[in-house]
């Protein structure tokens, strides 16, 4: 009987997880859609150990990553309405996740692409430390 309560126990904290990150991600992609990039990088680790890898950069720290942020989006035109679909997550550790996902911003020059994070629970919040996004490629008519 024991065996079976811990079973529950395990994966109402899977189930938890899964939802606070869908949670912690749908709140990004509103922050996002309001023009917010500060918001939207608020679950992003405020560390120079950040890590955020895109079309062949690494960018280092929080910092850097919200600089590159609003140099490659100055405005809301720039920054579309965000989208993040097809979300997998996945438990890799006690008190860590990797996710997998689509992500696709609506604007005159539509662009998506998919990304990896990897998050850290840290107190009572998951925090995003790596992050690595990459575009689909775009064909030439």
């Keep these: 009987m024991l065996a ?3 079973g529950c126990t395990t994966l109402s904290g899977q ?3 899964v939802r606070d990150i869908e949670n912690l991600l749908g709140g990004q992609a509103r922050d996002w859609n309001r023009g917010d990039i500060e918001a939207f990088m608020q679950p992003y680790w405020h560390s120079q ?3 955020f890898s895109s079309e062949g950069h690494v960018t ?3 910092q850097s ?5 609003r140099k490659r989006y100055p405005s809301r035109n720039a920054m579309g309405r965000l989208t993040f679909d097809h979300l997998e997550i996945i438990e890799i550790g006690n008190g860590a996740a990797l996710v997998l996902g689509r992500w696709r911003l609506e604007r005159n020059d539509p662009v998506g692409g998919v990304f ?3 998050l850290r629970r ?3 919040r998951w925090i995003i430390i790596h992050d690595h ?3 689909d490629a775009r064909t030439v008519d």
């Design 4 to 6: 079976g309560l811990t």
């Design 15 to 17: 189930a938890r997880m």
């Design 49 to 51: 150990d950040l890590t």
């Design 60 to 62: 280092r720290g929080w």
């Design 65 to 69: 990553t919200l600089d590159n942020y």
């Design 116 to 118: 990896t994070l990897v």
């Design 122 to 124: 840290h107190s009572d």
């Design 133 to 135: 996004t990459s575009r």
